[in-house]
Nanobody, 122 residues
Framework: VQLVESGGGLVQTGGSLRLSCAAS????????MGWFRQAPGKEREFVAL????????WYTDSVKGRFTVSRDNAKNTLYLQMNSLKPEDTAVYSC?????????????????WGQGTQVSVK
């Protein structure tokens, strides 16, 4: 199983980015997927979660109304649309897969991780 993020970059405050997470393997559609981020000197934190069929989503309070998580199971791809970006959103963003169907926001409960993509907001 391999997860590969893309779409990060440098953006002005108030701008937008869309992150993608491409998954290998035939079982992506069975996994709940999460986005996490880690800023320098801080612990990894939960950002968003989407269930295997896209039917339910959860967000950390600081991104509600600004970020949208979605998935395309036919393309084995997870997305994170980020609007109205703020400097405090600056971090390395990683996608993660939970193969046991958990809706946990604890990163320790996720089985597979991508390498991360840098998002910088100035």
């Amino acid at each position: 199983v391999q997860l590969v993020e893309s779409g990060g970059g440098l953006v002005q405050t108030g701008g937008s980015l869309r992150l993608s997470c491409a998954a290998s393997g035939p079982t992506f559609s069975n996994w709940n997927m999460g986005w996490f981020r880690q800023a320098p000197g801080k612990e990894r934190e939960f950002v968003a979660l989407i269930t295997w069929n896209g039917g339910n989503t959860w967000y950390t309070d600081s991104v509600k109304g600004r970020f949208t998580v979605s998935r395309d199971n036919a393309k084995n791809t997870l997305y994170l649309q980020m609007n109205s970006l703020k400097p405090e959103d600056t971090a390395v963003y990683s996608c993660a897969a939970n193969r046991y169907g958990s809706t946990s926001i604890n990163p320790n409960h996720y089985n597979y991780w991508g390498q991360g993509t840098q998002v910088s907001v100035k």
